[in-house]
Structures are given as C-alpha cells and as structure tokens.
C-alpha cells in the first residue's frame, strides 16, 4: 500500500467516525433521550421517573411539615436531569391547592430507572405573602368583624364573679384561657371575602398557643384611645412567669380548615381602638405558652391597669 492510499484510507475513517458521532447525537436527540429538560418536555423524556417522582410526593407528604402534610396539594414538574448511572433528578414545585398567594415550595428526588426514590430534599417550603386583605383585617377586625357596639344594655357585673373587674376607665372580663397546638378560623375581608386563618407556635415541639376572650367596655363620660399591642397585657403562668400576646394579624397565614383546631368566632383582638362612651369590643389575644401550662392571673394594661385571677 503506497503511502499515499493509506493516508486515504485514514482520512476516510476519520470522516467515517465523525458522521458516526454525529449520528449518535442526532439519534440522541431525536429519541427524546436529553440529559437535561424542562416542563412538559421533562414529562416526555423521563416519564417514568416524573411519573415516580409525583406519585412519591403524593403519598409521602410528611416532608412538607404539620402544617401541609394534610392539606390538599397540587405538584408541577419544573425540570429533569439526566445524572450518572441512570439516575434522574426531577425538580418539582408545589402549593395548597386552595387559599394560597405566595411562593411554590421546591424539592428534588433522585430516581432510579426502576423507579424507586434514592434521595429526596426539601429545597424551599411554600412561602405565604402576606397579602393586602390581611393587612386590611387589622384595621377591620377591630372596627367591624370584632364589632364595636353601642351598648343597649349595660354589660352587668355579677357578684363575685372573678373574671369581670373594674378599672379607673374600662371594666373588662377576661375568659379562662383556652389552650391548643394550633388556631384555625375564618375570617372575612373588608369586601366580604371569606377566608381561612391559621396559626401556629414559633416552637412547636415545646409550645402551644393559648387564646383569651377579652371584653373591654368603655361606661365613662369621654372617648378612650387604647392600642391593643405586645404591650397591651401579660399572662402569667401557675410560676408566675409572664407572657405577652404574639401579633394575631401578622403571625396569621391562609391555610386548609382543620375542624379540630377550628376556634368558632374567633377575631384577633389587635391593633388601634376607639371606644366612644357605652361602647365595647370583644375579640381574642393570643400568647405563646410551654405545652401543658397552667394559668394564675391576666394584667391588662392598655389604658388601664387591671389584673384577673384565675387562682
């Protein structure tokens, strides 16, 4: 073979596999086998990996936290990737299906190509705006849904009842308080739009949620300017430990109803109040407790200085 025919025969085979590299990866291509998509096209090339991914996500919500491992959820696929040894890993968003604005929640799993999970994590969770009507409820919670009332009758002091007590302008009871993990309510807007409120403790592996139903009554001459803040009261403990209300608007998310936690009625006390001469307003404080705590004594001091017992 002359040297010419073999540089030839070199040239031809180099062509030759050139072509063939191309051709693995037009093929690659055509047989929607691509390392990396998004959406839809995730769907199309890795189906039984997205379909895996979903189906886990579905029937395995405990990753999601209390407050959305039993809510109704809806899952997209954002993207999947092509990793090493068959492994895919597919992307997905999720939300409540209903009462949410905000920000999806994202996770990951990494899926075999038999299908099975191998890794999963939790990248963000679902982040609530907090939306204009929720700031609108300060303002309306106080004025209208916790209701001032012209007083038509006057709210009468029964004897020896430690709950209702005088002060040097208001006369206010305070409820016993009432205690639970989490507070669920519904709850409407300045345009009538109903909605669901959740709350839920800071802690809450220690801490539960204690609510107190307060009533103040404004039977003096005048108008009385109170605001209804972290400083509007204390609860003490059985150890005499002090606690002040958490803010019940801002603290407040949308959430899925839960009967069990479901508070009837239940308006955050919270925020500006005016209550002109024969007026009242009732509505709830809320504080953050230990688990299991008891209660001796409420101060209000908005205002007022008065102090309920409940031992």
Not at 54 to 59: D, H, I, R, V
Not at 153 to 162: I, Q, R, S
Not at 203 to 221: G, M, P
């Amino acid at each position: 073979m002359t040297e010419e025919n073999r540089n030839e025969q070199e040239e031809s085979q180099v062509t030759e596999d050139s072509v063939d590299a191309e051709k693995s990866e037009s093929e690659v291509e055509s047989t929607g086998s691509a390392v990396f998509a998004f959406g839809d096209e995730a769907k199309t090339n890795f189906p039984s990996q997205v379909e895996a991914a979903l189906n886990y996500a579905a029937s395995n919500k405990y990753d999601y936290g209390p407050r959305l491992r039993n809510a109704e959820l809806e899952w997209n696929v954002l993207s999947a990737e092509q990793m090493a040894n068959d492994i895919v890993r597919v992307n997905l968003q999720y939300t409540p299906t209903t009462g949410f604005r905000g920000d999806p929640g994202t996770e990951y799993m990494d899926i075999d190509a038999g299908g099975a999970v191998l890794a999963r994590r939790q990248l963000t969770t679902p982040k609530e705006n907090r939306p204009v009507v929720l700031m609108g409820i300060t303002a309306f919670s106080v004025i209208l849904a916790v209701v001032l009332i012209s007083l038509m009758t006057v709210f009468k002091e029964e004897a020896g009842d430690p709950l209702y007590v005088a002060g040097r302008t208001l006369w206010i009871r305070a409820e016993v308080p009432e205690q639970q993990l989490f507070i669920t309510y519904a709850g409407a807007d300045s345009n009538g739009v109903l909605y669901n409120w959740a709350m839920k403790p800071d802690d809450e592996a220690n801490n539960e949620l204690v609510y107190v139903e307060v009533t103040l009554i404004n039977q003096t001459s005048g108008t009385v300017n109170l605001v209804v803040d972290e400083g509007a009261a204390t609860l003490l403990d059985g150890d005499k430990t002090a606690f002040r209300p958490i803010d019940s608007i801002t603290r407040a998310y949308s959430a899925e109803p839960a009967p069990k936690f479901n508070v009837p009625g239940f308006v955050p006390l919270w925020g500006s109040v005016k209550l002109n001469e024969g007026q009242q307003v009732t509505g709830m404080l809320v504080f953050e407790l230990p688990a299991g705590s008891s209660f001796s004594e409420l101060r209000w001091r908005a205002s007022d200085s008065v102090t309920i017992r409940y031992q």
